[in-house]
Nanobody, 129 residues
């Protein structure tokens, strides 16, 4: 069993920054891909970004490219999402997820929610205009 706990969400003005963290426990996550997704009110959950197990490959959805950065610290079993130049449309609940042994790294797999095995409970990010 794997537990994922997100933190770092909050209320920020447009143009501001937040750094989300996702701490994993239950097993070492250093061999597994990690992803961030978000769900805005009234909308489906969508892919934001993902990082390979080694950290040397990442994918981003177009709307966050150049503003968000995903990173990981395998020694701390933690993945981060640095969010800069935040916009009101970034308002959502942000979820981290882990893809275990079956996960084959590719953009298609990284974007597919059903490829991930465990999910965190989410953290709210609200960007005011």
């Amino acid at each position: 069993q794997v537990q994922l706990v997100e933190s770092g969400g909050g209320l920020v003005q447009a143009g501001g920054s937040l750094r989300l963290s996702c701490a994993a426990s239950g097993r070492s996550f250093s061999s597994y891909a990690m992803g961030w997704f978000r769900q805005a009110p009234g909308k489906d959950r969508e892919f934001v970004t993902a990082i390979s197990w080694s950290g040397d490959s990442t994918y981003y959805t177009d709307s966050v490219k150049g503003r968000f950065t995903i990173s990981r610290d395998n020694a701390k079993n933690t993945v981060y999402l640095q969010m800069n130049s935040l916009k009101p449309e970034d308002t959502a609940v942000y979820y981290c997820a882990i893809g275990l042994a079956h996960f084959r790294w590719s953009i298609g797999t990284a974007q597919a929610q059903n490829e991930y095995d465990y999910w965190g409970q989410g953290t709210q990010v609200t960007v005011s205009s």
